[in-house]
Protein backbone atom coordinates (compact mmCIF):
# COMPACT_ATOMS: atom_id res chain seq x y z
CA UNK A 1 0.00 0.00 0.00
CA UNK A 2 1.58 3.47 -0.98
CA UNK A 3 1.94 5.80 1.80
CA UNK A 4 1.80 9.66 1.28
CA UNK A 5 2.93 12.09 3.75
CA UNK A 6 0.39 15.22 3.68
CA UNK A 7 1.42 18.44 5.32
CA UNK A 8 -1.68 19.86 6.28
CA UNK A 9 -2.47 23.67 6.89
CA UNK A 10 -6.12 24.36 7.50
CA UNK A 11 -5.25 27.81 8.30
CA UNK A 12 -8.17 30.70 8.86
CA UNK A 13 -11.64 31.19 8.75
CA UNK A 14 -13.64 28.89 7.02
CA UNK A 15 -10.44 27.15 5.98
CA UNK A 16 -10.88 24.14 8.74
CA UNK A 17 -13.94 23.56 7.59
CA UNK A 18 -13.20 22.47 4.34
CA UNK A 19 -10.14 20.79 5.16
CA UNK A 20 -11.81 18.42 7.30
CA UNK A 21 -14.10 17.61 4.47
CA UNK A 22 -11.38 17.28 1.97
CA UNK A 23 -9.72 14.55 4.50
CA UNK A 24 -12.57 13.09 4.23
CA UNK A 25 -12.33 12.30 0.95
CA UNK A 26 -8.54 11.53 0.60
CA UNK A 27 -9.07 9.19 3.38
CA UNK A 28 -12.00 7.18 1.85
CA UNK A 29 -10.77 7.59 -2.03
CA UNK A 30 -7.59 5.99 -0.32
CA UNK A 31 -9.41 2.97 0.76
CA UNK A 32 -10.26 2.56 -2.74
CA UNK A 33 -7.23 3.18 -4.06
CA UNK A 34 -5.24 1.17 -1.11
CA UNK A 35 -3.27 4.46 -0.45
CA UNK A 36 -2.71 5.77 3.51
CA UNK A 37 -2.23 9.18 4.02
CA UNK A 38 -0.22 10.65 7.10
CA UNK A 39 -1.80 13.71 7.76
CA UNK A 40 0.70 16.40 9.66
CA UNK A 41 -1.51 19.08 11.12
CA UNK A 42 0.33 22.28 11.60
CA UNK A 43 -1.71 25.26 13.27
CA UNK A 44 -0.16 28.23 11.07
CA UNK A 45 -1.93 31.34 10.72
CA UNK A 46 -4.18 34.09 12.23
CA UNK A 47 -4.04 32.58 14.82
CA UNK A 48 -0.44 31.68 15.24
CA UNK A 49 0.01 35.07 14.13
CA UNK A 50 -1.59 36.81 17.33
CA UNK A 51 -0.03 34.49 19.85
CA UNK A 52 3.18 34.82 18.03
CA UNK A 53 3.58 37.78 15.93
CA UNK A 54 4.52 35.64 12.73
CA UNK A 55 2.36 33.71 10.70
CA UNK A 56 4.33 30.75 11.01
CA UNK A 57 7.27 29.72 12.95
CA UNK A 58 10.92 29.90 11.85
CA UNK A 59 11.68 26.22 11.28
CA UNK A 60 8.05 26.19 9.24
CA UNK A 61 9.73 25.54 5.64
CA UNK A 62 12.06 22.04 7.63
CA UNK A 63 8.57 21.20 8.45
CA UNK A 64 6.97 20.65 5.57
CA UNK A 65 10.14 19.82 2.98
CA UNK A 66 10.10 16.68 3.75
CA UNK A 67 5.96 15.89 2.88
CA UNK A 68 4.86 14.85 -0.62
CA UNK A 69 2.50 17.65 -0.80
CA UNK A 70 0.69 20.72 1.37
CA UNK A 71 -2.54 21.05 1.64
CA UNK A 72 -3.87 24.14 2.40
CA UNK A 73 -7.72 25.24 3.63
CA UNK A 74 -6.82 29.46 3.57
CA UNK A 75 -5.27 32.12 5.30
CA UNK A 76 -6.36 35.87 6.23
CA UNK A 77 -8.26 37.60 8.39
CA UNK A 78 -9.70 40.86 8.91
CA UNK A 79 -7.44 41.78 11.97
CA UNK A 80 -3.82 41.11 10.03
CA UNK A 81 -2.80 43.44 6.53
CA UNK A 82 -3.49 41.35 3.55
CA UNK A 83 -0.09 42.21 2.57
CA UNK A 84 0.99 40.69 6.09
CA UNK A 85 -0.55 37.38 4.96
CA UNK A 86 0.56 36.74 1.78
CA UNK A 87 4.32 37.78 3.03
CA UNK A 88 4.34 35.75 6.18
CA UNK A 89 3.16 32.42 4.77
CA UNK A 90 1.84 32.12 1.01
CA UNK A 91 4.92 34.07 -0.59
CA UNK A 92 7.62 32.24 1.61
CA UNK A 93 6.64 28.28 0.94
CA UNK A 94 5.91 29.09 -3.00
CA UNK A 95 9.32 30.95 -3.42
CA UNK A 96 11.40 27.92 -1.07
CA UNK A 97 9.44 24.66 -2.29
CA UNK A 98 9.98 27.04 -5.95
CA UNK A 99 6.16 26.09 -6.88
CA UNK A 100 6.11 28.41 -10.33
CA UNK A 101 3.32 27.29 -11.90
CA UNK A 102 -0.21 27.66 -10.61
CA UNK A 103 -2.72 25.62 -11.98
CA UNK A 104 -6.30 27.24 -11.66
CA UNK A 105 -8.76 25.31 -14.19
CA UNK A 106 -12.30 26.57 -14.37
CA UNK A 107 -15.18 24.35 -15.71
CA UNK A 108 -18.88 24.88 -15.99
CA UNK A 109 -20.58 21.58 -14.89
CA UNK A 110 -23.64 20.39 -16.33
CA UNK A 111 -26.07 21.47 -13.59
CA UNK A 112 -24.53 24.43 -12.73
CA UNK A 113 -25.55 27.99 -13.81
CA UNK A 114 -23.31 30.41 -15.04
CA UNK A 115 -23.79 34.20 -14.65
CA UNK A 116 -23.47 34.70 -18.30
CA UNK A 117 -26.28 31.59 -19.15
CA UNK A 118 -23.59 29.65 -21.48
CA UNK A 119 -24.74 26.31 -22.01
CA UNK A 120 -23.33 23.76 -19.87
CA UNK A 121 -20.12 22.50 -21.62
CA UNK A 122 -19.26 26.13 -23.25
CA UNK A 123 -16.04 27.03 -20.42
CA UNK A 124 -13.65 24.26 -20.07
CA UNK A 125 -10.22 26.74 -19.34
CA UNK A 126 -7.10 26.56 -16.95
CA UNK A 127 -5.26 29.29 -16.18
CA UNK A 128 -1.29 28.79 -15.53
CA UNK A 129 -0.13 31.83 -13.47
CA UNK A 130 3.62 32.56 -12.96
CA UNK A 131 3.99 31.83 -9.34
CA UNK A 132 7.38 33.31 -7.93
CA UNK A 133 8.51 36.22 -9.72
CA UNK A 134 6.81 39.11 -11.54
CA UNK A 135 4.44 41.35 -9.32
CA UNK A 136 4.68 39.67 -6.54
CA UNK A 137 8.26 39.84 -6.37
CA UNK A 138 8.16 42.31 -3.30
CA UNK A 139 11.23 44.21 -4.59
CA UNK A 140 11.27 47.98 -3.33
CA UNK A 141 10.59 50.06 -0.21
CA UNK A 142 9.81 52.91 1.50
CA UNK A 143 11.47 56.25 1.87
CA UNK A 144 10.32 59.05 4.48
CA UNK A 145 8.10 56.15 5.91
CA UNK A 146 4.65 57.24 7.77
CA UNK A 147 5.63 61.31 7.12
CA UNK A 148 4.04 63.49 4.21
CA UNK A 149 6.85 63.10 1.83
CA UNK A 150 6.59 59.16 1.74
CA UNK A 151 7.19 57.47 -1.04
CA UNK A 152 6.92 53.72 -2.14
CA UNK A 153 8.79 51.81 -4.79
CA UNK A 154 7.53 48.69 -6.13
CA UNK A 155 9.14 46.53 -8.92
CA UNK A 156 8.01 44.08 -10.77
CA UNK A 157 10.99 41.31 -11.79
CA UNK A 158 10.74 39.48 -15.00
CA UNK A 159 13.02 36.88 -16.01
CA UNK A 160 13.66 34.95 -19.40
CA UNK A 161 14.29 32.21 -17.25
CA UNK A 162 10.94 32.41 -14.98
CA UNK A 163 8.69 32.95 -18.24
CA UNK A 164 10.11 30.86 -20.62
CA UNK A 165 9.58 27.62 -17.80
CA UNK A 166 6.04 28.84 -17.07
CA UNK A 167 4.91 29.80 -20.39
CA UNK A 168 6.70 26.29 -22.15
CA UNK A 169 4.60 24.61 -18.66
CA UNK A 170 1.59 26.02 -20.35
CA UNK A 171 2.17 24.50 -23.75
CA UNK A 172 3.10 21.53 -22.36
CA UNK A 173 -0.29 21.30 -20.61
CA UNK A 174 -2.20 22.22 -23.77
CA UNK A 175 -0.96 19.20 -25.41
CA UNK A 176 -1.71 16.78 -23.07
CA UNK A 177 -5.11 18.29 -22.54
CA UNK A 178 -5.86 18.11 -25.93
CA UNK A 179 -8.94 20.08 -26.45
CA UNK A 180 -8.64 23.23 -28.04
CA UNK A 181 -5.30 22.87 -28.92
CA UNK A 182 -4.57 26.82 -27.96
CA UNK A 183 -2.58 29.13 -25.46
CA UNK A 184 -3.73 32.70 -24.93
CA UNK A 185 -0.35 34.62 -23.11
CA UNK A 186 -1.95 38.07 -21.43
CA UNK A 187 0.46 40.86 -20.89
CA UNK A 188 0.03 45.40 -20.58
CA UNK A 189 3.02 45.51 -23.19
CA UNK A 190 1.61 48.48 -24.47
CA UNK A 191 2.35 50.20 -20.96
CA UNK A 192 4.82 47.78 -19.58
CA UNK A 193 7.37 48.74 -22.17
CA UNK A 194 10.48 46.42 -20.63
CA UNK A 195 9.40 43.20 -18.16
CA UNK A 196 5.71 42.48 -20.24
CA UNK A 197 7.75 42.84 -23.42
CA UNK A 198 10.43 40.86 -22.67
CA UNK A 199 7.45 38.06 -21.95
CA UNK A 200 5.82 38.59 -25.44
CA UNK A 201 9.56 37.88 -27.01
CA UNK A 202 10.11 35.08 -24.82
CA UNK A 203 5.87 33.45 -25.54
CA UNK A 204 6.65 33.96 -29.20
CA UNK A 205 10.02 32.08 -28.85
CA UNK A 206 8.96 29.12 -27.37
CA UNK A 207 5.30 29.22 -29.23
CA UNK A 208 7.91 28.49 -32.27
CA UNK A 209 8.82 24.99 -30.49
CA UNK A 210 4.62 24.42 -30.73
CA UNK A 211 3.64 24.28 -34.09
CA UNK A 212 0.49 22.69 -33.72
CA UNK A 213 -0.77 24.73 -31.18
CA UNK A 214 -2.59 28.01 -31.92
CA UNK A 215 -1.42 31.02 -29.89
CA UNK A 216 -3.16 34.23 -29.24
CA UNK A 217 -1.46 37.11 -27.36
CA UNK A 218 -4.06 40.23 -25.34
CA UNK A 219 -3.39 42.74 -23.51
CA UNK A 220 -5.08 42.01 -19.92
CA UNK A 221 -7.70 44.74 -20.29
CA UNK A 222 -8.69 43.18 -23.54
CA UNK A 223 -8.25 39.57 -21.93
CA UNK A 224 -10.50 40.79 -19.19
CA UNK A 225 -13.19 41.64 -21.54
CA UNK A 226 -13.20 38.36 -23.45
CA UNK A 227 -13.14 36.52 -20.56
CA UNK A 228 -17.20 37.55 -20.21
CA UNK A 229 -17.66 38.09 -24.10
CA UNK A 230 -16.28 34.37 -25.35
CA UNK A 231 -14.94 32.48 -22.11
CA UNK A 232 -15.67 29.52 -24.57
CA UNK A 233 -13.11 30.21 -26.73
CA UNK A 234 -10.03 29.99 -24.59
CA UNK A 235 -8.41 26.65 -23.59
CA UNK A 236 -5.05 27.48 -21.44
CA UNK A 237 -4.25 30.90 -20.67
CA UNK A 238 -0.87 31.62 -19.11
CA UNK A 239 -0.44 35.26 -17.09
CA UNK A 240 1.89 36.70 -15.42
CA UNK A 241 1.83 36.24 -11.51
CA UNK A 242 -0.70 39.71 -10.84
CA UNK A 243 -2.82 39.24 -13.97
CA UNK A 244 -3.44 35.15 -13.97
CA UNK A 245 -4.48 36.00 -9.93
CA UNK A 246 -7.47 38.45 -11.01
CA UNK A 247 -8.34 36.20 -14.56
CA UNK A 248 -8.78 33.63 -12.40
CA UNK A 249 -10.95 35.36 -10.13
CA UNK A 250 -13.22 36.20 -13.16
CA UNK A 251 -13.25 32.52 -14.46
CA UNK A 252 -14.29 31.40 -11.48
CA UNK A 253 -17.37 33.37 -10.96
CA UNK A 254 -17.93 32.61 -14.99
CA UNK A 255 -18.67 29.10 -13.69
CA UNK A 256 -20.94 29.57 -10.80
CA UNK A 257 -19.32 30.29 -7.74
CA UNK A 258 -16.01 30.50 -5.90
CA UNK A 259 -16.95 27.18 -3.96
CA UNK A 260 -15.98 25.68 -7.33
CA UNK A 261 -12.56 26.95 -7.82
CA UNK A 262 -9.48 24.45 -6.74
CA UNK A 263 -5.70 25.35 -7.34
CA UNK A 264 -2.61 23.90 -7.29
CA UNK A 265 0.85 25.50 -6.60
CA UNK A 266 3.28 23.21 -8.76
CA UNK A 267 6.54 22.61 -8.33
CA UNK A 268 6.71 20.65 -12.11
CA UNK A 269 10.01 18.77 -11.31
CA UNK A 270 8.76 16.88 -8.34
CA UNK A 271 11.90 18.32 -6.34
CA UNK A 272 9.52 19.64 -3.03
CA UNK A 273 6.24 19.52 -2.08
CA UNK A 274 3.60 21.33 -4.36
CA UNK A 275 0.61 22.98 -2.45
CA UNK A 276 -3.09 22.06 -3.05
CA UNK A 277 -5.49 24.95 -1.88
CA UNK A 278 -9.27 26.53 -2.70
CA UNK A 279 -9.08 29.75 -4.30
CA UNK A 280 -12.44 31.34 -2.35
CA UNK A 281 -9.94 32.79 0.93
CA UNK A 282 -11.27 32.54 4.43
CA UNK A 283 -14.59 34.16 4.22
CA UNK A 284 -15.00 35.36 7.52
CA UNK A 285 -19.10 36.50 7.30
CA UNK A 286 -19.61 32.56 6.84
CA UNK A 287 -17.48 30.66 8.87
CA UNK A 288 -18.74 27.99 11.70
CA UNK A 289 -22.05 27.89 9.74
CA UNK A 290 -21.56 25.17 7.45
CA UNK A 291 -22.45 26.53 4.70
CA UNK A 292 -19.28 26.78 2.86
CA UNK A 293 -18.95 25.18 -0.66
CA UNK A 294 -16.26 22.24 0.64
CA UNK A 295 -15.88 21.38 -3.35
CA UNK A 296 -13.37 23.42 -4.45
CA UNK A 297 -11.03 22.00 -1.75
CA UNK A 298 -12.38 18.55 -2.68
CA UNK A 299 -11.36 19.57 -5.92
CA UNK A 300 -8.12 20.45 -5.06
CA UNK A 301 -7.66 17.21 -3.32
CA UNK A 302 -7.73 16.07 -6.78
CA UNK A 303 -5.27 17.75 -8.41
CA UNK A 304 -3.37 16.82 -5.41
CA UNK A 305 -3.67 13.02 -6.32
CA UNK A 306 -2.65 13.38 -10.24
CA UNK A 307 0.28 15.29 -9.22
CA UNK A 308 1.18 12.65 -6.84
CA UNK A 309 0.63 10.30 -10.00
CA UNK A 310 -2.67 8.73 -8.76
CA UNK A 311 -4.59 9.67 -11.98
CA UNK A 312 -7.40 6.99 -11.55
CA UNK A 313 -7.90 8.26 -7.76
CA UNK A 314 -7.93 12.03 -8.98
CA UNK A 315 -10.55 11.50 -11.71
CA UNK A 316 -12.73 9.39 -9.48
CA UNK A 317 -13.16 12.58 -7.30
CA UNK A 318 -13.55 15.02 -10.17
CA UNK A 319 -16.34 12.58 -11.65
CA UNK A 320 -18.08 12.18 -8.04
CA UNK A 321 -18.14 15.77 -7.66
CA UNK A 322 -19.48 16.15 -11.42
CA UNK A 323 -22.49 13.73 -10.49
CA UNK A 324 -23.84 15.46 -7.46
CA UNK A 325 -23.14 18.99 -9.40
CA UNK A 326 -25.34 17.10 -12.67
CA UNK A 327 -27.99 16.10 -10.02
CA UNK A 328 -28.16 19.56 -8.48
CA UNK A 329 -30.38 17.68 -5.48
CA UNK A 330 -27.39 18.38 -2.81
CA UNK A 331 -25.69 22.10 -3.19
CA UNK A 332 -24.62 24.66 -0.35
CA UNK A 333 -26.00 28.64 -0.93
CA UNK A 334 -23.55 29.81 -3.17
CA UNK A 335 -24.98 27.68 -5.71
CA UNK A 336 -28.74 28.51 -4.63
CA UNK A 337 -29.23 25.86 -2.61
CA UNK A 338 -30.55 24.86 1.00
CA UNK A 339 -27.67 21.93 2.12
CA UNK A 340 -24.58 22.23 4.58
CA UNK A 341 -20.92 21.58 4.19
CA UNK A 342 -21.38 17.89 5.03
CA UNK A 343 -24.16 17.28 3.46
CA UNK A 344 -22.40 18.13 -0.08
CA UNK A 345 -19.34 15.90 1.01
CA UNK A 346 -21.69 13.16 2.33
CA UNK A 347 -22.99 13.29 -1.53
CA UNK A 348 -19.79 13.15 -2.72
CA UNK A 349 -18.33 9.89 -0.56
CA UNK A 350 -21.92 8.25 -1.69
CA UNK A 351 -20.70 8.81 -5.27
CA UNK A 352 -17.72 7.14 -4.28
CA UNK A 353 -18.94 4.26 -3.13
CA UNK A 354 -20.59 3.40 -6.28
Known sequence: ??????????????????????????????????????????????????????????EALDLLRPCDAIFLGAVGHPGIPDHTTLNGLLLPIRRTFDQYACVRPAILYPGVSSPLAKSKGDIDLVIVRENTEGEYAQVGGFVYQHQSEEVAIQTAVFTRRGIERIVRYAFELAVKRNKKRRVTSVTKSNAQGFGMVLWDR???????????????????????????????????????????????????????????????????????????????????????????????????AAMMLEHLELPDAARDIEEAVASVLAEGLVCTPDLNGANTTSEVTDAVLAKLDH
Open 1 to 58: MKRLTIAVIAGDGVGPEVIFQGKRVLERIGRKHEVTFIFKDFPWGADYYFHHGVMMPP
Open 202 to 300: TFQSVAAEYPNIETESLLVDAAAMDFIRRPESFDVVVASNLFGDILSDISAILVGSMGLAPSANLDPLHRYPSMFEPVHGSAPDIVGKNIVNPLATILS
